[in-house]
């Protein structure tokens, strides 16, 4: 009689658990992996409008330096994008700064990712904070 109590508590848990963990697997930051209706996917959990972040970038620009050309270990030339004396983003090609232009972006934790493209191709990055 106590085995079967045992065993009934038992499934009772384990079926109790897996929908308490999917939610608790769902909580968290309000960034990083999340599940949707289509499948895993980074979001951020905020919405980022698309003018707001092209002038912000285009600012940035303006006013930034290229840093000194480093090398990767694999052998890859990076060039640093430099405001005051900072890193915000950083090209794979040598490019002007002024002539580039602004490709897909994304919100991370600490400001939004921008890619920097020239003729159709992404040449870098820079990380900008937009209000």
């Known amino acids: 009689m106590m085995m079967q109590h045992l065993k009934r508590l038992a499934v009772f848990t384990t079926l109790l658990a897996i929908p308490v ?10 960034w990083g992996w999340r599940y949707g209706p289509h499948a895993y996917g980074y979001s951020s959990g905020a919405e980022v409008d698309r003018g707001k972040v092209d002038a912000v970038v285009k600012e940035t620009l303006s006013k930034a330096t290229k840093g000194q050309n480093w090398t990767t270990p694999a052998g890859t ?16 090609e040598d490019a002007d700064l002024k002539t580039l ?3 897909a972006f994304w919100a991370g934790p600490w400001g939004v ?3 920097l493209v020239r003729d159709d191709k992404v ?9």
């Not at 963990?21 to 309000?30: E, R």
């Not at 030339?77 to 950083?90: A, E, F």
């Not at 040449?123 to 209000?131: A, F, N, T």
């Open 21 to 30: 963990s999917i939610a608790l697997a769902q909580g968290g930051p309000p």
């Open 113 to 115: 990712n921008v890619e």
């Open 77 to 92: 030339k990076r060039t640093p994008i430099m405001l005051d004396n900072q890193v915000v983003g950083q090209l794979w």
């Open 123 to 131: 040449v870098g990055m820079i990380w900008v904070k937009v209000l």
């Open 101 to 103: 232009t602004i490709g």
